[in-house]
């Protein structure tokens, strides 16, 4: 339906005309941006008039990290955020039990490494329930602990042989601790949830086999549904899904064309360690059939290392107190001649690497890339980077590589405790964690996300944090404007997924893609943007979400 949004504070992105007070939107796209005089002079008569009431009216945000499938199965588990405590824990999971009793697997989401006061094991989770599977995710969904029925039903009670990096962890009496770091350790136990052919876009990057019929389809997109409609609630109109395969974009274009897509989504392959360099075969492939505005593949993702709470991040120094540093998933020449094939086949690259050794091997790898390839416009990209060598900041900008970070993250500026810091980051190596202003400055195009279901959604929440984080011990400021912020929500991150000529901007041309802030951003203290609320989602032209206190 067209459409004109008037009496609005309009921050465009779009540099040549910043500011507006009015939009009008047919067929989909923006029509014109401007005064209403403008835009009304445009707008057809029967365009239906939305009255912003001085509210602020954004392009529809990007997120250039998450996890859809994922989240949105998980919408419907345990949520342990904020739990602490063994009587609180058992507490949540029987009650869970209790309006559960069908379910395989008690899965648990959002368990913090501290949740007890000691490392936990799975006595403590038999302790809570030992006749039935359970289990508990933490929220960066790196690490499971699991109890002894779950363990003992997924055949890893007594071990199993895993790649470098996974690690089922052993006790001194030969049995399994409970604790399974990283995927391939944890995946058996996912697996007896039954939703394990909806894991593989993150697990192996394979497609599930025997291809799921029309019914387990259904039931895929209702989940998909689900995390769907929690993003249009936070104003997503795009994302950048992180993990994938092509049943993953299959489910999508078959929600785009049952008309219950809203928000565009771009995905990768997955390339794992272990592949041959054909595979990446399915890559072009993936990127040939999908090519929509709504459904698009074209990058393929990796990881170099895993998260700095196990300690699987991969460290130019070990950890305070210990001998480890990570490892890398990846051998770095190998590492060099994957990402030279990918560019050559076109195709944009995303790296997972957290630690500063993986920051530097990924960097190497695009680099190498460039100079065997030359330069294009590739925008290859790096997610994460939560510790970097200052001999490396200049060299994202100067290749052209994105900083996709993602402002939830950093310890103490939202829901991470703060107690990471000290455990896993030398206090000297404080000042290099978490940059963003720094990276910025330095030339790194920026891209903002929270990795959901890893944290909460919520893009004013991110904003917030973007805003509010204070400096770290010996640290510099690394907080980013409101502008800049808002810009790496919006048009910056439309940029580092290739979406650029088609959101990200309120631009007659692009996308009717755009929200409204239940408030005016500018004048809202920075402290208490992350508690406004949005008022209207709109993606190509149809509202997406409307809040309960806006009538439109
Ligand atoms: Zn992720």
């Not at 291809?211 to 039931?219: G, I, K, V």
């Not at 509010?468 to 502008?483: F, H, I, N, Q």
Request: hydrophobic share 45%; with cysteine; charged share 20%.
């Amino acid at each position: 339906m067209d459409m004109m949004i008037v009496n609005a504070r309009v921050l465009t992105m779009d540099p040549a005309k910043p500011r507006a007070e009015a939009v009008a939107l047919a067929g989909g796209k923006v029509l014109a941006v401007g005064s209403r005089a403008e835009v009304e002079a445009l707008a057809g008569p029967a365009a239906r008039v939305i009255d912003a009431g001085g509210r602020t009216v954004l392009p529809g945000f990007v997120e250039s990290h998450l996890h859809l499938v994922l989240g949105g199965s998980e919408l419907v588990q345990l949520q342990l955020g904020g739990v602490h405590g063994f009587d609180a824990l058992k507490a949540a999971f029987l009650d869970y039990a209790a309006r559960n009793g069908h379910r395989p697997l008690l899965m648990a989401q959002g368990a913090a490494y501290e949740i007890l006061d000691q490392p936990v094991t799975r006595h403590d989770l038999d302790r809570i329930i030992a006749d039935r599977p359970i289990a508990m995710m933490s929220p960066d969904h790196h690490t499971v602990w699991a109890n002894t029925a779950a363990l003992t039903a997924a055949g890893i009670l007594h071990g199993a042989a895993m790649p470098p990096g996974h690690v089922v962890v052993m006790g001194e009496d030969g049995t399994a601790t409970g604790e399974l770091r990283e995927f391939e350790a944890f995946g058996p136990i996912l697996a007896l949830g039954g939703e394990a052919h909806l894991q593989l876009g993150i697990a192996t990057g394979g497609e599930p086999t025997p291809w799921p019929d029309d019914a387990m389809r259904a039931a895929d997109k209702d989940k998909v549904a689900a995390g769907l409609a929690h993003c249009a609630a936070h104003g997503i109109t795009s994302m950048v899904n992180m993990d994938g395969n092509r049943y993953t974009c299959v489910l999508l274009k078959e929600m785009a064309d049952e008309g219950r897509l809203t928000a565009r989504v771009v995905v990768p392959f997955h390339m794992k360690p272990h592949m041959e360099m054909l595979e990446l075969e399915r890559a072009s492939a993936m990127a040939a059939e999908f090519t929509g505005d709504w459904v698009r593949s074209g990058f393929v993702k990796m990881f170099m290392d895993g998260v700095v709470d196990s300690r699987t991040a991969y460290m130019l120094n070990a950890y305070p107190g210990t001998m480890e540093r990570g490892e890398a998933l990846f051998e770095l020449e190998r590492f060099k001649d994957i990402c030279t094939e990918i560019d050559k086949r076109g195709l944009q690259i995303a790296v997972h690497a957290i630690g500063d050794a993986a920051v530097r091997q990924t960097i190497d790898g695009y680099e190498a890339a460039q100079q065997r390839n030359g330069k294009r416009d590739s925008r290859h990209r790096i997610e994460h980077i939560e510790l970097i060598d200052r001999a490396d900041v200049p060299r994202l900008g100067a290749l052209g590589i994105t900083a996709s970070v993602q402002p939830p993250h950093p310890p103490g500026a939202m829901d991470f405790p703060m107690s990471t810091m000290d455990s896993v980051f030398h206090r000297a190596r404080w000042r290099d964690a978490y940059l963003w202003k720094t990276l910025r400055d330095h030339g790194a195009p920026l891209a903002f996300a929270s990795d959901w279901p890893v944290t909460d959604v919520s893009v004013m929440r991110g904003i917030q944090a973007a805003m509010t984080r204070k400096p770290y011990d010996g640290a510099g400021d690394e907080r980013v404007s409101l502008m800049d912020t808002l810009y790496a929500y919006t048009a910056g991150g439309a940029w580092a997924g290739h979406l650029d000529g088609l959101t990200g901007r309120l631009k007659p041309g692009l996308a009717a893609d755009l929200v409204i802030i239940d408030g005016d951003i500018e004048q809202i203290p920075a402290d208490q943007i992350g508690a406004t609320e949005i008022a209207l989602t709109v993606a190509g032209g149809r509202i997406t979400y409307q809040g309960a206190g806006f009538a439109a």
